[in-house]
């Protein structure tokens, strides 16, 4: 008798939410297991104990960090973390504004295109760290014009590149029927090819969190006197190992909000397009 063909799952199925969740907890489980491990290794050779916090010495780190300041009032854990976040948005709100509008400008007009590409993907090909000293010579070194500055021009050379591809891969035939129905060519961009490349924008914009976070915090180990970087050099200068993993620990922490965050705008602004990848 001829067995049955055994099923075999494709690869890229997705997986039941229960499992996702229960393999995300194992990877943070391993993660921790293994700096665990770590430690007690490096305190087993006679390493210094400053040098290799426990979890124990780290919860302790972030009382510390969490605690009030007597002379100031304030807790500098949380106004380091807001005036980064405010600096954040504002980076991140001129990069997107400049990459969208130029963007789409060579996404739809061939002309904008032959013009721009060749000055943009030169530029994109520039370390932004790199033009921090030319940014504080010309934004001022005091202020933190230049932060903001330094993350725009950080993000907008890559998300232009990509936003222009995917406006320029949008099929011709959607085009063609939107001019047929009577659109002008003002309709057709704003109606037809925003709605279908939005998504995608998403997309790239929660990968160009990343690299802005970079860029903030390179500027302010040069000179802040507040924020997440402003707080690493302070410890840093104290040789406060634990505090400074406590900093790392909550950046990799706000980052993954702020993708959770665009996660769920993708899903409110375009659910058709997770339904199409969920399939």
Same mark, same amino acid.
Request: a positive charge; hydrophobic letters at 65%.
């Given at each position: 008798m001829k067995a049955e063909p055994r099923f075999r799952s494709i690869i890229g199925s997705p997986l039941a939410p229960a499992v996702r969740l229960l393999l995300g907890v194992l990877g943070a489980v391993l993660v921790l297991t293994a700096y665990e491990y770590y430690v007690y290794q490096h305190e087993r050779g006679g390493g210094n104990?400053?040098?290799s916090p426990g979890l124990g010495q780290l919860w302790t780190a972030l009382q510390e960090l969490t605690s009030v300041d007597a002379r100031t009032q304030t807790v500098p854990f949380w106004v380091d973390t807001r005036a980064s976040l405010w600096l954040l948005a504002k980076g991140l709100g001129l990069g997107i504004a400049i990459s969208t509008v130029l963007g789409v400008l060579m996404g739809?007009? *061939?002309?904008?295109? $032959?013009? @721009? *590409? !060749?000055?943009?993907?030169?530029? $994109?090909k520039i370390p932004p760290t790199a033009m921090i000293a030319l940014f504080m010579v010309v934004f001022g070194v005091t202020g933190d014009d230049f932060k903001i500055a330094l993350?725009?021009?950080g993000i907008s050379p890559t998300l232009v590149l990509g936003i222009a591809l995917v406006a320029r891969a949008v099929p011709k035939n959607t085009?063609?029927?939107a001019y047929s129905l009577g659109a002008t060519t003002l309709d057709v961009v704003a109606q037809a090819i925003v709605p279908q490349i939005l !998504?995608?924008?998403i997309e790239m +914009?929660? @990968?160009?969190?990343? !690299?802005?976070w970079i860029y903030l915090i390179a500027?302010?180990?040069?000179?802040a006197s507040e924020g997440i970087g402003h707080g690493i050099v302070l410890s840093q200068r104290m040789v406060r190992i634990d505090h400074i993993l406590?900093?790392?620990?909550?950046?990799?922490?706000?980052?993954?909000? +702020?993708?959770f965050a665009f996660h769920l705008l993708s899903r409110l602004v375009a659910p058709w397009a997770v339904a199409r990848k969920d399939d």
């Open positions: 104990v400053r040098f739809v007009l *061939s002309t904008m295109h $032959a013009m @721009l *590409s !060749p000055v943009v993907t030169a530029v $994109a993350i725009a021009f085009i063609v029927k !998504p995608q924008v +914009i929660r @990968l160009a969190v990343g !690299p802005a500027a302010e180990y040069i000179n406590v900093y790392v620990i909550w950046l990799a922490i706000l980052g993954t909000l +702020i993708d």
